[in-house]
């Protein structure tokens, strides 16, 4: 069974850091590119960052852009997402997603799995 679990999510106060990790079991994320996505409650959910299968590739949103910064580790099957500088509008939930596209892209629908979603909360 295909599944995608995050980690890393939690309360940090304005300015701080957190790594959100995303490991892959049931399939081998190395033929996947990954995207991470945030949803705020009544609002849609939005790119945050992805890469593509090698790593060559990675983008971003303006809103992170210089912020956070999208890794992956595929001999360990795990896709990271370093979050700097965190904001009181970055607080929400924030799920990574596969896609057997072949590159890097935030339309929802290509992605093939997603985890459950780890929880930021960014307050003092």
């Known amino acids: 069974q295909p599944q995608l679990v995050e980690s890393g999510g939690g309360l940090v106060q304005p300015g701080g850091s957190l790594r959100l990790s995303c490991k892959a079991s049931?399939?081998?994320?190395?033929?996947?590119?990954v995207g991470w996505f945030r949803q705020a409650p009544g609002l849609e959910r939005e790119g945050v960052s992805c890469?593509?299968?090698?790593?060559?590739?990675?983008e971003y949103a303006a809103s992170v852009n210089g912020r956070f910064t999208i890794s992956r580790d595929n001999a360990k099957n795990t896709v990271y997402l370093q979050m700097n500088s965190l904001k009181p509008e970055d607080a929400t939930t924030y799920y990574c997603?596969?896609?057997?596209?072949?590159?890097?892209?935030?339309?929802?629908?290509?992605?093939?799995?997603w985890g459950q979603g780890t929880q930021v909360t960014v307050s003092s």
């Open positions: 049931g399939f081998s994320i190395e033929t996947y590119s």
């Open positions: 997603a596969a896609t057997r596209s072949g590159y890097c892209n935030f339309v929802i629908g290509l992605y093939n799995h």
């Open positions: 890469i593509t299968e090698s790593g060559g590739s990675k």
